[in-house]
């Protein structure tokens, strides 16, 4: 898609906007001018993610209008003075939190809990648009990937400081409830990570046949004997148990399939205001230990070296392309999940 110039000359681009809670509409914008440092990227793809979801719904302190959409590859379209990282033409993939370095966590290597944090489609113009800007120090060059993959540096790395976090055991065995996008880019890094074996739960039989192909080696839907099962497949439990749910009553369920001196990760973003309740005496009795895992920092070029050699696999993620004028059919589809099959959505302006 070419922006159309205006009378004035000014070059436009089309984006896809959120106008007020509830409501998009795709508008034609200013196309952006990078400053110095900064770099300009012809949109590719933009993965469509539940923070799209929530910030649709005014969540996450929304400021409207906003263009959403944070999992962004595209190509170098024109860079500022003083980029030194990458050139015209170069296919990229983006870290869309920015940070400034000089807050108390910024100072600490903390950066995605910056206390001026900004990002990418969240409190600035995001990748559902055909140009977006960013600064080169979250610019990545993803040469040797195809574009599509390089969509998925963000998530993926979500999943790669969860794993540096973790550092699973040699030869773990895991389990995760939750096979959606994240789900399943969950459970690959945790057997690039070094897990020998992991095991997934997921009412949608679709999701659970695509964990199989990309590597899952029991795969379940939850009934009423759940726990006896997943029990019976590892009677000393779980060497680490995770989710990429948010449903906190998962959450609770996890210490129990732990094995001792196991960990669990929460890994899903649960309601802000949910609590669980959990028996301290057998996180004590028995070894454990709970880590939580926000975000990314960092960790995009371990997603772009397990993306490269193979080791996560994304592309049978994507289940729908949509144009622009598709984000609210997308949204849609993050709001219902399992209804229209859908796993990773991705937006490309260029349809
Ligand atoms: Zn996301
Ligand atoms: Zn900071």
New binding site residues.
């Given amino acids: 898609m070419t922006a159309t110039p205006r009378k004035s000359g000014v070059q436009t681009m089309p984006a896809a906007v959120i106008t007020a809670p509830g409501q998009v509409e795709v508008r034609e914008l200013p196309r952006p001018h990078p400053g110095p440092g900064e770099v300009r990227i012809r949109v590719h793809g933009t993965g469509v993610c539940g923070t799209d979801l929530h910030l649709l719904h005014g969540h996450f302190g929304a400021k409207f209008p906003l263009v959403p959409g944070h999992e962004i590859s595209g190509v170098v379209d024109e860079v500022g003075p003083g980029v030194r990282n990458v050139r015209e033409g170069d296919p990229v993939t983006l870290d869309p939190n920015l940070?400034?370095?000089?807050?108390h966590?910024?100072q600490r290597g903390l950066?995605q809990h910056?206390?001026?944090?900004e990002a990418l489609g969240v409190t600035l113009p995001g990748g559902f648009a055909a140009f977006a800007v960013c600064p080169a120090t979250n610019v990545y060059p993803a040469h040797g990937l195809t574009l599509d993959q390089a969509a998925f540096a963000e998530p993926l790395g979500c999943v790669a400081w969860g794993m540096t976090r973790l550092r699973p055991r040699p030869g773990a065995s895991a389990l995760v409830f939750g096979a959606g996008a994240i789900g399943l880019l969950l459970m690959q890094g945790l057997l690039a990570s070094g897990c020998s074996e992991v095991t997934v739960v997921d009412p949608v039989q679709d999701r659970l046949d695509l964990a199989r192909q990309l590597g899952a080696a029991h795969t379940l839907r939850p009934h009423d004997r759940l726990r006896e099962e997943l029990l019976d497949l590892r009677p000393h439990g779980y060497d680490v148990t995770s989710e990429a749910t948010g449903v906190p009553a998962v959450v609770a369920g996890l210490p129990e399939l732990t094995a001792t001196l196991g960990s669990v990760l929460v890994f899903g973003v649960a309601p802000e205001e949910a609590t669980v309740a959990i028996r301290p005496y057998d996180l004590f009795q028995r070894d454990l230990t709970v880590l939580g895992s926000f975000a990314l920092n960092q960790t995009v070029p371990l997603a772009l070296e397990w993306l490269r050699a193979g080791r996560v696999n994304v592309e049978p993620l994507i289940t729908h392309r949509l144009p622009l004028a598709g984000v609210p059919d997308a949204l849609n589809m993050k709001a219902h999940p399992g209804l229209a099959g859908a796993q990773k959505v991705l937006i490309t302006p260029g349809l």
Wanted: proline letters at 0%.
């Fill in positions: 940070w400034c370095g000089q807050c966590a910024c950066f910056c206390e001026h944090h």
